[in-house]
């Protein structure tokens, strides 16, 4: 059987009397307690007078503990430890509120940041959308004024074409009325690209660096919206056989930010027709396949669809279009032989890193 301990005020006692003795005592000191101001110095000094005076009977060490309680209490309670004490105090607050107002400026500074960020944010938004929208009301101004022409106008003689390394191409087309005064506005100016019902109704640009129009407009100026281009090795003259046209995901939905709704055949179903105009002529194309794919390292042997941009073969052209059909989301019936010509849509996917999302068309007939 266990032996019983006797704990008295956190004591230890051996055998029961002491345990007894030491209640009775407990039950003093919890009435002297009671009895008296703790707080108040002259009843401590009183009651530690009385204690060395003998005044109060104890029968175990709970004594000495009650006694070394009071005098910590008087040095605690003495004008010095006061003041220390109070200094302390003061020192604390003093720490707390350097605190306070350091967190005070950081939330300001964070909440300032913000607010310039939003307001950058938006102003790059406005100018993007303002700068959209003016070309579209310049493009649909120049489609109404060729439309109502009493007559034709004469046919002026084709500017010569330069492609995009500065060398002068031999056999120069003419731009389409609607783009040549787009032209002054951007030299880079390759086509348009437009979906019916969606927010994608913007201008193609092309350079020889695909970085650039990353995160530049077409007045050359910074923005972080970027501009939609098609690829450098792409070649609306030659023509290759993929034109495959590059736009940020922008969580606002600008550019191609909600390209990836193709992601959902109810949507293909509703939208399955692609307006995209060279400078030179005019293109409908029919949605063929709507994958997810990444940028891969250039040791990786993948399909990588990016690299897609002429079939020199009729053997690779098939090839490639069963890579894309075995990675589409769903089957759309629609299927594309060698010769047609491609359209790739693509922007960025945040499912895995460097991840893609893309949409393939391919170029049908006018009915």
Not at 156 to 174: A, I, S, V
Not at 302 to 329: P, T
């Amino acid at each position: 059987m266990a032996q019983q301990e006797y704990i008295v005020e956190g004591r230890h006692f051996r055998t029961k009397g002491d345990y007894v003795r030491a209640l009775r005592d407990k039950g003093t000191i919890d009435r002297i307690r009671k009895e008296t101001d703790l707080q108040d110095r002259r009843q401590l000094e009183k009651l530690q007078k009385d204690l060395k005076e003998g005044k109060y009977t104890f029968y175990s060490l709970l004594e000495e503990d009650f006694k070394e309680e009071i005098g910590r209490l008087l040095q605690e309670t003495s004008p010095t430890s006061r003041a220390k004490l109070e200094a302390r105090v003061q020192e604390e607050l003093k720490k707390r509120e350097k605190r306070r107002k350091w967190i005070v400026l950081a939330c300001s500074l964070v909440g300032v940041c913000c607010l310039t960020y939003a307001g950058i944010y938006f102003y790059y938004d406005y100018r993007t959308n303002s700068t959209y929208q003016k070309l579209s009301e310049m493009r649909q101004e120049q489609i109404a004024a060729a439309g109502s022409a009493a007559r034709p106008a004469p046919t002026p003689e084709p500017t010569p074409q330069f492609t995009l390394d500065g060398e002068k191409e031999q056999e120069p087309r003419e731009v389409l009325e609607e783009y040549k005064n787009l032209l002054n506005v951007n030299k880079k100016l390759i086509g348009w690209v437009k979906i019916d019902d969606t927010n994608i109704d913007y201008p193609v640009v092309q350079t020889v660096d695909n970085e650039y129009y990353l995160d530049h407009n077409l007045n050359q100026e910074y923005d972080r919206n970027g501009s939609i281009f098609m690829d450098k090795d792409c070649d609306v003259l030659k023509p290759s056989t993929n034109y495959i046209i590059y736009g940020h995901h922008m969580s606002s939905g600008r550019m191609f930010g909600k390209l990836d709704l193709y992601k959902n055949q109810s949507y293909y179903e509703e939208h399955p027709i692609i307006q995209f105009d060279t400078i030179y002529e005019k293109g409908t194309y029919e949605v063929m396949y709507v994958f997810r794919s990444r940028v891969y390292s250039e040791n990786e042997i993948v399909f990588k669809y990016y690299q897609f941009i002429d079939a020199n073969s009729e053997q690779e052209f098939y090839s490639n279009m069963e890579e894309m059909a075995a990675l589409s989301l769903y089957d759309t019936g629609v299927t594309a032989r060698y010769g047609d010509q491609l359209l790739t849509l693509s922007t960025c996917d945040y499912q895995e890193k460097n991840g893609r999302f893309v949409v393939v068309a391919k170029k049908i007939a006018k009915e």
